[in-house]
């Protein structure tokens, strides 16, 4: 398998009041052509900065790319100039925001904020951008397509604008989508909606998929492999079906029973639902030398505390960085 | 259409205000010890009752007072705004003929002062710690600080009297008689200082009003996203950015532009331009009521219609405004 963007050994700090912090502590993954991987974590664990650093658009100051590498299809994004970069965002790699309500400009049409993006990269006409963004629309399901391209953003509703967000990033046809949490602020009729239109818009446009989600249940629903994040580290990755029925990684396993309808059957020493005790570490712990999980979890020894944890080869697909792997046999809703 | 009748009904508040302006300018009037009967009785040395009887019968000064009023209503209607007998003119053409050069003070530093602004507050924004940055909390320190009459005297002793660049005052060069464009050069170059006097407090205003909406729209999620789409650096600032940082500098502009008005009285006694301001000084030293009020009447004048283009202006950068209509004024 040849990966079309690959990440490597990426480091991304932050100078923060504490010092500086990693908040992407030596991630790796590779995502294939027309695959769809999903970045998991609970909120703060850096899915965020993990899409910002492979978009280029790491606020700095605070932030910086300490080392690594981002490839897309054999170039090293890190090196690329600026202007390299700003003809790769929105053409090769294209991003669907959290926010649907404002991630729009309030004073542009949306037809305008959908051409634009034609006009600057694929070089058309007004008027051929124009047709094309209607037709964007019409695939992203918008009703009335021809009216609606005039319309502003204040005049949708928060599902719409974020159809508008998947028209506008598709446009071009880039090789990847990063969709950073795009259902997180919609009603959940809504998310599934959006969820199938991603799926089949992303299939038509040959698109590969980066879901960015805290959702175990949005993760089984869309992706076919998953990249589990803690604290800015990757630690536990595999096929989502390897995942979800032998996840091996403590972690993955308290995200996992925190979505009941996972679970196959609802016994007595597991109750309906789980949550994992206390909570993400503050940017100021992030790369400390043992396990970051430590203070949460069930199976914590001393060595945890100590080494940072060594990543096991599972199977070729699924690898974990723990001192105490869960057993494989032990099933979730065993 | 909504347009339309958002705009109808600005225009009928606009109204609504300058009616206010009329009824005070008519209680002033009123209020004011003695009347035409008592200043002619005065000028010629006095009158017997009859005769002033007949004179307050003549000006309709023994009518009711809302009839009066309505009278004086349907003069000012008609453009007439009462005689002055100290220029021994009507007031509306005294008025008419020193508008103008108000109006090219007032106009051009509003513009200027809107433009410098918010250059320098753009600049500042992309560079928080930057030297323009500095600089435009600086200005707008000292353009706070300053009276106006100082900035003028400053900027006279700096640029007409030092460095012998600009005249010192009036409108036109009276030694030499220009016509058509050199007249209008001739203008222009009285025109720079005290322009620039006007315009200082509202280049610190603006500017420093600029660089915080653009800092605050600079970090907005929209903003991300035109970068996200790979847009370029002058797209991202001045179409996506722009725009919206435009929209408190806009509104400002509506709500300091009665602060001009009166900023501009002050110019133009500094600078001896003969505009409105020097007239309203005159008048009031010559204790020439009619005059005092017209000026007054045709400064809310100028307000108001000011304040209208900026709400139509406003509507059309926000379209959110242009549907969504909204009840403040
Ligand atoms: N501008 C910033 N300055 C300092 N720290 C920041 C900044 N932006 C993010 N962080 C920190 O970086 C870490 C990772 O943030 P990130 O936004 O990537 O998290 P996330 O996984 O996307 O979470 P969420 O689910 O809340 O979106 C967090 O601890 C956050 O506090
Ligand atoms: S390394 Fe130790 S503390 Fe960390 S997850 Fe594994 S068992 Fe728990
Ligand atoms: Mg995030």
Redesign the interface.
């Known amino acids: 398998m040849t990966a079309l963007l690959s990440v490597k050994n990426l480091t991304v700090e932050f100078t923060t009041r504490d010092g500086i912090a990693p908040v992407i502590d030596d991630l790796s993954f590779d995502l294939a052509p027309g695959e769809t991987l999903s970045l998991v974590g609970e909120s703060g664990c850096g899915k965020s900065m993990t899409a910002l650093a492979i ?1 280029g ?1 790491i606020p700095s100051p605070p932030g910086r790319v300490a080392s690594g590498s981002i490839s897309l299809a054999g170039e090293n994004l890190l090196q690329a100039g600026d202007t390299r ?7 090769d790699i ?2 669907v ?1 959290q ?1 649907p309500m ?8 949306v037809g305008e904020q959908i051409s ?2 034609l006009r ?2 694929q070089g058309l006409t007004r008027r051929q951008a124009k047709a094309l963004s209607i037709e964007m629309l019409d695939a992203v399901q918008i009703p009335l397509p021809t009216r609606r391209i005039n319309d ?1 953003p ?2 949708l509703s928060g599902g719409m604008r974020q159809r508008v ?1 998947i028209a ?1 990033a598709l446009a071009c046809r880039p090789k990847v989508l990063i969709a950073d949490e795009p259902t997180t602020a919609l009603d959940v009729t809504v998310q599934a909606q959006i969820f199938d239109l991603m799926r089949a818009v992303g299939k038509e446009t040959e698109a590969a998929i980066i879901l960015i989600t805290h959702d175990m249940g949005s993760v089984a629903e869309m992706a076919e492999r998953v990249v589990v994040m803690y604290a800015g580290r990757k630690i536990e990755e595999g096929c989502v079906d390897d995942i979800l029925a032998r996840p091996r990684h403590p972690y993955t396993r308290g995200l996992i029973a925190c979505v009941p309808h996972l679970l196959e059957t609802v016994s007595a020493e597991r109750p309906y639902l789980q949550e994992i005790p206390g909570m993400v570490p503050p940017l100021s712990d992030f790369g400390f030398m043992g396990c970051l999980f430590a203070p949460r979890c069930d199976r914590v020894e001393t060595r945890c505390w100590q080494e940072k944890p060594k990543v096991t080869q599972i199977t070729p697909s699924q690898s974990a960085a723990c001192w105490n792997l869960q057993e494989a046999k032990v099933r979730v809703d065993a | 259409m909504q347009f339309l009748v958002i705009t109808l009904k600005r225009c009928g508040l606009g109204l609504g205000l300058l009616l206010a302006v009329l009824v005070l300018n008519f209680l002033l009037m009123h209020l004011a010890p003695g009347d035409v009967a008592d200043s002619i009785a005065q000028d010629a040395g006095g009158l017997d009752a009859e005769v002033m009887a007949q004179i307050r019968k003549d000006y309709g000064l023994d009518l009711p007072l809302w009839e009066q009023m309505l009278k004086y209503f349907y003069s000012v209607a008609q453009l007439d705004l009462g005689y002055s007998f100290y220029y021994n003119q009507p007031v509306t053409t005294l008025i008419l003929e020193k508008l103008p050069a108000t109006l090219l003070l007032i106009i051009s530093a509003q513009v200027v002062s809107i433009l410098v602004g918010v250059v320098l507050g753009v600049i500042a924004a992309r560079k928080p710690n930057g030297v323009t940055s500095h600089f435009v909390t600086i200005l707008s320190l000292v353009g706070y600080a300053a009276p106006v009459f100082w900035t003028g005297i400053m900027l006279i002793i700096l640029f007409a009297s030092m460095i012998p660049l600009f005249p010192i005052g009036n409108m036109v060069d009276v030694s030499v008689e220009r016509t058509g464009f050199a007249y209008m050069v001739d203008v222009l170059h009285h025109l720079v200082l005290p322009m620039l006097t006007l315009a200082s407090i509202f280049i610190a205003l603006y500017s420093r009003l600029a660089r915080a909406s653009m800092l605050d729209v600079l970090g ?3 903003v ?9 650096e002058f ?1 991202v600032v001045f179409k ?1 950015a722009l ?2 940082a435009l929209l408190p500098v806009v509104t400002t502009a509506g709500l300091v532009f009665s602060g001009i008005v009166s900023g501009a009285v002050l110019v133009e006694t500094v600078f001896s331009w003969p505009g409105l301001g020097t007239l309203a000084v005159q008048a009031i030293v010559a204790r020439d009521t009619p005059t005092i009020l017209g000026i007054l009447f045709f400064s809310s004048l100028v307000v108001v219609v000011a304040n209208l283009l900026t709400d139509m202006l406003y509507r059309i ?4 405004i242009k ?2 209509e909204t009840s403040e004024i």
């Open positions: 978009m658009l970069m700003r003809a790769v965002r929105g053409n294209s991003m925001f926010e404002t991630s729009l400009n309030p004073v542009f049409t634009e993006t600057r990269h502003y204040h005049q967000m506008m | 907005s999620d929209y991300r996203t035109a970068q996200a789409k790979g847009l370029s797209q996506h725009r919206n950068i926000d379209p959110r549907t969504a």
